[in-house]
Structures are given as structure tokens and as C-alpha cells.
């Protein structure tokens, strides 16, 4: 690899780090701030004693999404090894959820923060591990094996990855409609006033959407960028 393009490299795995960064954030900001806001004025739970709750750190939990961008970005940056960088990206999001967990007593561990800071952890992770799979090139220049094998395997590969980015979105797709049922059942059953079941949704569908723009942005774009650069090494083959 020359200079140039390892300078270019370079600058990908930068841009796609504050990607990873910028998304868990975000979402981090979401998940806290819209809780904090949500539970201050839900009027009608089911449980009694989480009825307008007013915790003790209120919107300034959302500071927290500071240092996690900051220690994401840059732990994930000087990580070397794909598992280091996966468990950067998880830890940091995940530590920062155990404090607003903290934060969000008397409702101990508060389901909505534990599950959609796990997704934004789950999601991270997952793009990582696609970003840093092994390269296909070392394998295709390996001169020892015929040429023909490396193409055939080159163009496994590419279907391979293709595959994946494909089934990747027709899967998520699938899961939304009973995901989304499942969210409306979930307002229900935790709120009785028709004002509250309304404002807990509107919360469970941005958080929705957000993490559905991660996916695409994150994970089944890199399942493309793969698809993309094995069949930049088949191409230099084939010259």
C-alpha cells in the first residue's frame, strides 16, 4: 500500500470512528434527556410510586454524552486490535448508561434506558467487527495459490457480502412490524391516561427512528463498503 493510500485509509477509519462516536452520543442524549422529560410528566402509571418522577440529576445527565464521545473517539483511535476497538465502543456507552441508570431510581434498572443504550452499544459493536473483519487482499495476492482459486474465492466473497447487507435489511425491515406492536402494547400496559400513552410513544418512535438511522448509517453501509473493496482487489487482479 503507498503513502497515499494509506494516508486515505487512514482518514476512513477517523471518519468512521466519529461516526461511532457521534451516533452513541446522540443517542445517549435521546435516551437520557427524553426519559428525564417523559417521566417528569407522565400522570398515570400503573406503578404509583414512578409517577412524576423528578431525578436528581435532571437534564444534565445529558452532559455525560460529552465523555463518551470524547473517550469514544479517541480510545477507538489509538486501539490497534478489532476487539479493542469493539470494546472501547461498547464500554464507554454502556458506562455512561450504568450512571443514568443510577440516576433514573426509583425504577431500578429503568427498562427503557437498559434496552436502547444496549441496541446503540449492540449496533456500534457490530459495525466494528464489519469495518476490521481481515481484508480480503492479503489472501488474494497470496501468490502460492493459483489465480483462478483466488478469483472464484474474491467473488464468494463479494456475494458474501452482499448477502449480508441484503439480509441485514430485509431481517430489521421484518423485525419492525412486531417491534412496533410490541411498543405500542408496552405504552399501554405502563400508562393509563390516553395523554401519556400518546407522549410515551411519540418517545419510543424517535428513539426508534434514531437507532434506525444508525443501522443503516453504520452497519449496512460498511456491509457495502466491503462488498466495495473485495471487488476493488478483484478488479486488480483481473488487470
Not at 430485509?170 to 400496559?189: E, F, Q, R, T
Not at 391516561?193 to 453504520?218: G, N, P, Q, T
Request: glycine content about 4%.
Amino acid at each position: 500500500m503507498d503513502v497515499a493510500s494509506s494516508k486515505a485509509e487512514m482518514n476512513s477509519d477517523r471518519l468512521f470512528t466519529l461516526r461511532i462516536a457521534l451516533f452513541n452520543a446522540c443517542g445517549f442524549m435521546l435516551v437520557t434527556g427524553g426519559i428525564t422529560y417523559v417521566d417528569s410528566h407522565l400522570h398515570s402509571h400503573v406503578i404509583s410510586a414512578y409517577r412524576e418522577r423528578h431525578y436528581a440529576l435532571g437534564m444534565w445527565i445529558m452532559a455525560f454524552a460529552l465523555p463518551l464521545f470524547i473517550l469514544t473517539y479517541i480510545g477507538m483511535n489509538k486501539a490497534r486490535a478489532r476487539v479493542m476497538k469493539s470494546v472501547i465502543s461498547t464500554a464507554v456507552i454502556m458506562g455512561c448508561g450504568a450512571v443514568a441508570l443510577w440516576n433514573c431510581r426509583p425504577e431500578f434498572p429503568h427498562p427503557m434506558v437498559l434496552f436502547w443504550i444496549t441496541l446503540y452499544a449492540i449496533c456500534g459493536t457490530v459495525s466494528v467487527y464489519v469495518r476490521y473483519a481481515p481484508s480480503e487482499s492479503e489472501r488474494a495476492n497470496a501468490q502460492h495459490i493459483p489465480l483462478e482459486f483466488r478469483l472464484e474465492w474474491l467473488k464468494e466473497r463479494i456475494a458474501f457480502w452482499r448477502t449480508m447487507a441484503v439480509s441485514f435489511v430485509v431481517g430489521y425491515m421484518a423485525l419492525m412490524i412486531p417491534w412496533v406492536n410490541m411498543m405500542g402494547d408496552i405504552a399501554n400496559a405502563a400508562v393509563r391516561e390516553a395523554d401519556d400513552i400518546i407522549l410515551l410513544r411519540k418517545f419510543i418512535w424517535m428513539c426508534l427512528s434514531f437507532y434506525s438511522i444508525y443501522v443503516l448509517v453504520a452497519v449496512i453501509c460498511e456491509l457495502i463498503r466491503r462488498a466495495k473493496l473485495a471487488g476493488n482487489v478483484l478488479l486488480e487482479l483481473t488487470k
